[in-house]
């Protein structure tokens, strides 16, 4: 799979021969890969008082209530003005704790203009128990101008707990009735089709989150999009198999640039570019994937476990404190056999690309690299995750 080019990757390289300003092309891409890596996404999360508005932002951003950085909690109203909560690793992505609804000091047909609502991209409106007409009418004011929103019962555990002490407990039939309950209580207060998402704040990967997750993504553009899947907390293999297809998304782009800079008539640049370009994608891999000693220490203490025993099955690749200059320049000395040889490809199927040579080797070095590192670290994740979640072992008395 790191070996074949596609058919747009190989039409893309000879676009960019084609073209003969090799400085403008490597610029161009640049910008738009930096632009991507920009793209800004502000969630604002809203409902009434003590509905755990701060407690699901603290979920999304995988930190405990009392980790710095995290929204402060309580049950009393702690939110007075729309507080912004940048996410630990992609600072673009801000989380927005907006006062409770329905207080004395907020009133819903003047929300929206105090919360300067033009500044989200698109609001979750939670509540922990009824949705009443504080929220619908919200909601109505959202969509007349032109943003979306999404309800979220949280606290769903709670339910399940007190169904649990009846005989005949269903959980399945429990949470169907939680939803079928919310949705007739929003109709009735004026809301024609409404969605529903059921999510517990601690146990976030359980009830509704892929599907609420899913349902934002579809809803996205291509760039915030990217953006959400990569700023989602790893809590499930499948939130790491999203992560992993996003970023090899973008892996031919990155190699393209290396190819625009590998061919310009510069000596020693081509190596020098390829090594820092290498450094700063495996270092982002391995951060979106929790593959740090940050992440791998805030989930030891979320799990109860040592941070040594969720390392120790990191057997692929480094951490990414670890991925250095020296790290790649290592790597590259190892792999160079593999790269020639795609890159006789190439040459067989882009007719003239022989005189470039430089550019060609750049391309598919970079692009064998980064897919050979992107599918260990996805491995290394999926294993830290199955540790994680593994029932601690019983200690003897």
Known sequence: MAGRLSRREIEELKAIFERGNLTAAAAELQEKLESLKSTPLDIAITGETGAGKSSFINAILGLHDDDEGAAKTGVTQTTMEPMAYPHPRLPNVKLWDLPGIGTESFQADKYLNQVKFNNYDF??????????????????????????FYYVRSKVVYDLNAEKRKKNFN???????????????????????????????????????????????????????????????????KILEKKKAELQKHISEVALLSCAIGALPVP????????????VHMKSYCEA?????????????????????????????????????????????????GALMVLEFILNFVPGLGSLAGGGISFVTTRYMLQSFLDEAAEDAQKVLTKALEPKAEESI
């Open 123 to 148: 609001f979750i409106i939670i509540s922990a128990t009824r949705f009443t007409s504080h929220q619908t009418t919200l909601a109505r004011e959202i969509h007349k101008m032109g943003k979306r």
């Open 171 to 237: 959980e399945a039939r429990t949470l169907q009735e939680i939803k079928e309950d919310c949705i007739k209580n929003l109709r009735k207060a004026g809301e024609a089709s409404p969605r529903v998402f059921l999510l517990c704040n601690w146990e976030l990967a359980n009830y509704d989150f892929q599907l609420l997750q899913e349902t934002l993504e579809n809803e996205l553009d291509d760039q915030k999009r990217h953006v959400f899947i990569l700023a989602l907390p790893n809590i499930s293999a």
């Open 268 to 279: 020693g640049l081509s190596l020098v570019c390829d090594v820092a370009i290498l450094v």
């Open 289 to 337: 994937f929790g593959l740090d000693d940050e992440s791998l220490s805030r989930l030891a203490e979320q799990v109860d476990k040592p941070v040594a025993e969720l390392k120790s099955v990191i057997k692929k690749g480094p951490l990414a404190s670890a991925i250095t200059k020296e790290f790649v320049l290592t790597v590259l000395s190892r792999s160079l056999c």
